[in-house]
């Protein structure tokens, strides 16, 4: 099984500020990584699949890089919307699918 | 609009039963594999259970629920199901279905949930 890490647990930031969150692969994943943004409440939403594709409709704000087993979710210039919390997702070797614990971006 | 909206959610005592429902508009639903997906209270994602498309002639589960939970599809109705048993208090959470998209390279599927329904809640407590 491919354990996901996510640093930091929580990160805390400023609006109009740049976020950068981290994604680790206990073992390589290729580039099939997924992330997803969770608001309190709600569903997860996909934001970028492939390690670097938006999801329809997802703002240009939102960038993923990363292959093998390093992964990075960057937020340009924070919107009060962005303020969630975000999940990687292996789907390279499956099953079982894996989430990383989570980051939860919070305001500074 | 693509929509998953589950149901069957509730409060159920230890060692109880539950059948959890999906219903899938707005896409054709037999083409595409579906999960079960569960979040615990203040927890994150735990993926549970993975059905392939049209018949769902492929099933996975997490070790987790395995021989406890049962997925299952009915494609002429668009929807997917958890039959859960012998639930534990540990198995208190919200649970979401999620369409998986994605491709197939070199005999392997690769797939990405997406979307993911609104989720219904499971307590289980005496």
């Known amino acids: 099984e491919i354990a996901m890490t996510q640093s930091p647990a929580t990160l805390s930031v400023s609006p109009g500020e740049r976020a950068t969150l981290s994604c680790r692969a206990s073992?390589?994943?290729?580039?099939?990584l997924a992330w997803y943004q969770q608001k309190p409440g709600q569903a997860p939403r996909l934001l970028v699949y492939?390690?670097?594709t938006r999801a329809t409709g997802v703002s240009a704000r939102f960038s993923g890089s990363g292959s093998g087993t390093e992964f990075t979710l960057t937020i340009s210039s924070l919107q009060s919307e962005d303020f969630a919390v975000y999940y990687c997702?292996?789907?390279?070797?499956?099953?079982?699918?894996?989430f990383g614990q989570g980051t939860k971006l919070e305001i500074k | 609009e693509v929509q998953l909206v589950e149901s069957g959610g509730g409060l159920v005592q230890p060692g109880g039963s539950l059948r959890l429902s999906c219903t899938a508009s707005?896409?054709?639903?037999?083409?595409?594999?579906m999960n079960w997906v569960r979040q615990a209270p203040g927890k994150g994602l735990e993926w549970l259970s993975y059905i392939s498309s049209a018949g769902g002639v492929t099933i996975y589960y997490a070790d987790s629920v395995k021989g406890r939970f049962t997925i299952s599809r009915d494609d002429a109705d668009n929807s997917l199901y958890l039959q859960m048993n012998s639930l534990r208090a540990e198995d208190t959470a919200v649970y979401y279905c999620?369409?998986?998209?994605?491709?197939?390279?070199?005999?392997?599927?690769?797939?990405?949930?997406?979307?993911w329904g609104q989720g219904t809640l499971v307590t289980v407590s005496s």
């Open positions: 073992q390589s994943v290729s580039s099939n």
């Open positions: 492939g390690a670097s």
């Open positions: 707005g896409f054709t639903f037999s083409i595409y594999s």
């Open positions: 999620a369409r998986g998209v994605g491709y197939c390279s070199g005999g392997s599927c690769h797939n990405w949930f997406d979307p």
């Open positions: 997702q292996q789907y390279n070797n499956w099953p079982p699918y894996t």
